[in-house]
């Protein structure tokens, strides 16, 4: 297996948590799997790590109810295709995703805009699935425009997505670290005992002052140069994963190729 899978047993619900590689952003998908079906959360970068965690959400035995992508930004998107299940999302998730058009995953396979596409829109409030309580609620700002933060209250479960990266390098590209700070700060709830991030292996909540730690280090860090930002951030985080993710924030921020 080429992704690393962490399974958090919480009764009636099991989260098993798909990280892919350090070469693929260590971008995390989240199968919640209830009594008797699975929600999936975030649909990979790569075609061969979707076609991975399909497989092994198979094996679970249980059918796909739905895939939740979380945010627009195409590492979490760019295998939906692949689940063969309704793709749910917020309406302003739907169209930014639909603004970026057809892509390729990073080994070249064209990801057809029409086949992502998401099929049922998520309001924000509570939806009780298979017995279990879902609160969605949009989040503005950040890591990103706009994006979806699911809690299970019932199972102390926090899917955070990309507004949490766990030891990997952190993708700051939106300019918007004051207001994720801010974010970050509201987040952190004793009630929450498991944190699941968007880039990482699920953490508790000491992740919100790592996080927290990072984004000031690069509100310190972060001038006009993208190489010198990147060497100085990885010395701040040596044992971080990813460096490739600080090349497509410069990407965002200065126009530097990657």
Request: aromatic share 8%; net charge negative; glycine share 8%.
């Amino acid at each position: 297996m080429r992704g690393t899978v962490t399974i958090i047993d919480k009764g009636n619900v099991r989260v098993h948590s798909y990280t892919a590689p350090d070469t693929a952003l260590n971008v995390t998908t989240q199968l919640i799997e209830t009594p008797s079906r699975l929600i999936a959360v975030d649909g990979q970068v790569t075609v061969a790590d979707a076609d991975e965690v399909v497989e092994y959400a198979k094996g679970l035995g249980k059918p796909l109810d739905r895939l939740i992508i979380t945010h627009a930004h195409p590492d979490h998107y760019q295998g939906a295709h692949r689940f063969d299940a309704p793709i749910h999302a917020l309406a302003v998730t739907r169209d930014e995703m639909a603004a970026r058009g057809d892509l390729k995953d990073p080994t070249g396979i064209p990801v057809p805009a029409a086949e992502t596409a998401p099929t049922d829109l998520i309001t924000p409030g509570t939806e009780v699935i298979d017995g279990v309580p879902f609160v969605f609620e949009a989040v503005s700002g950040g890591e990103t425009t706009e994006q979806l933060l699911i809690r299970l209250p019932e199972h102390g479960v926090l899917v955070a997505q990309d507004l949490v990266y766990h030891h990997t390098h952190v993708f700051v590209g939106n300019n918007d670290v004051a207001r994720w700070l801010d974010i970050l700060q509201a987040l952190s709830d004793p009630a929450y005992d498991t944190v699941l991030p968007g880039h990482g292996l699920p953490a508790g909540p000491d992740v919100f002052a790592e996080m927290a730690e990072y984004l000031q280090a690069a509100q310190e860090l972060l001038g006009d140069d993208g190489q010198a930002y990147k060497q100085a951030i990885i010395e701040r985080f040596p044992s971080y994963g990813s460096p490739f993710v600080i090349d497509i924030g410069n990407y965002y921020l200065f126009g530097t190729p990657f």
